[in-house]
């Protein structure tokens, strides 16, 4: 399994990106999949992610700010990303789940919940 970010960079506070998440060896119809960041010195920090049913979660965070999608065709998750901040500032990991793994309200923004990361992306938001 391979997870592949793209679409990180440097951006000026209230700019937009998308990343995006390639994956080969497993289907993002069949896995879920999310995204999570990671600042300097902390650990992971869970921000959004797409169930197999298509059904979409967020960070209190990034709610109204990041949308996330999936495109079955393309095996590919994206994550929108708009009125970025400077605290936006981090990598960016895409993470996907075991096929079929069942994630509820409680457990689809714990981290040990997916099992397949990418290499992460930087995201950095500064003027």
């Known amino acids: 399994v391979q997870l592949v970010e793209s679409g990180g960079g440097l951006v000026q506070p209230g700019g937009s990106l998308r990343l995006s998440c390639a994956a080969s060896?497993?289907?993002?119809?069949?896995?879920?999949a999310g995204w999570a960041l990671q600042e300097p010195g902390k650990g992971l920090e869970w921000v959004s992610a797409v169930y197999m049913n298509g059904s979409t979660y967020y960070a209190d965070s990034v709610k109204g700010r990041f949308t996330i999608s999936r495109d079955n065709a393309k095996n590919t998750v994206y994550l929108e990303m708009n009125s970025l901040k400077p605290e936006d500032t981090a990598v960016y990991y895409c993470?996907?789940?075991?096929?079929?793994?069942?994630?509820?309200?409680?457990?689809?923004?714990?981290?040990?919940?997916?099992?397949?990361w990418g290499q992460g992306t930087q995201v950095t938001v500064s003027s």
């Open positions: 060896g497993l289907s993002f119809s069949t896995n879920a």
């Open positions: 993470a996907a789940a075991y096929k079929g793994t069942i994630l509820c309200i409680t457990t689809v923004h714990t981290i040990s919940s997916y099992h397949y």
